[in-house]
């Protein structure tokens, strides 16, 4: 059986050297609610740019995790790219899935598959939902293959926030894969940078120490997540136009040779967003109480990210459903600007 198993849509943009944007599946195993929502997500109002992504592509009906990975896969058509969905399916590692896969993983008990679970996903049958690291590491491996057939790579990938070094890391250690599959997978990341409950400033060093280009789309200062940046976090660089991105891009891998992959940090619409200030409140008392109830590992971010949505009021899960769409979206422009 092969491990590998490409989607025909997927190699055939490839070889017509078509605009391709791959996307995770830890946030349809794992990141969302498997529940249906009572009101439609703020970011598809009149006059907003994912109106009319609302109206053609969101099913008020199913559960959110499958109604917003279907909504990224439909963002990215839009955009003019064909999606490239990774996931573990029976097995095999899949580029590239069908409707029907997609909702069968919505609903099962999935794996959640970092770079470290793959192997043992894969020889045990199952299937698993990639994380950032995860996915990216699948991209490595298929651009190995694509390579070898002569075809163009994968180079771009939507997500909505990145991993990276926990609070309180000095007394646990507790750092993402995210930022060391980063490092070496030569891929553009837009995020809407490193999810609001890890220590940012500690990650921002970590991303510089990995020698991680990280770049702020039409934005001063990094993005928090479900949060706008804070002027206590400036960024070095900003870019304003898909050329200069493409170049930057092009410098980079081709003519300095480079592996590292690039960030290129997304902010959440003004609309879309959370008061910082009332979300570190909520992440705070969330840490202390994930502590002495032993949460950790892979089970803390779901955890603290549903008490966050439960604070909220349900409004840091439209928030996040805004900033998935909206980075599928802005990948998918990118991704044309790369394959010119």
Known sequence: MDRVVFHQEVIEALAADRPVVVLETAVLTHGLPRRSLDHLPGCFAEGRALHHLGESAWNQAEPVNLATS???????????????????????????????????LSGIEADKCSTRDLAATLQDGGCGGTTVAGTLSAASIANDILRARGLAELRLFATGGIGGVHRDWACHPDISADIRAISITPMLVVTAGAKI??????????????MIPVIGWRCDNFPRFTSRGSDEQPLERRLDDLERLSSLCRIHWNDLKREEGILLLNEIPMEDALDGDMVEEIVERACSTAQDEGIKGQALTPYLLTALAEATSGDSLDANIALLLENARLAAEASKALTV
């Open 70 to 104: 279907r909504a990224m896969s439909h963002a990215v058509r839009m955009g003019g790219a064909v999606p490239a969905t990774i996931a573990v399916i029976d097995g095999a590692l899949h580029v590239g899935i069908t409707p029907e896969q997609l909702e069968r």
């Open 197 to 210: 409950i890890l220590d940012l400033p500690a990650t921002r060093e970590a991303l510089d120490t990995s």
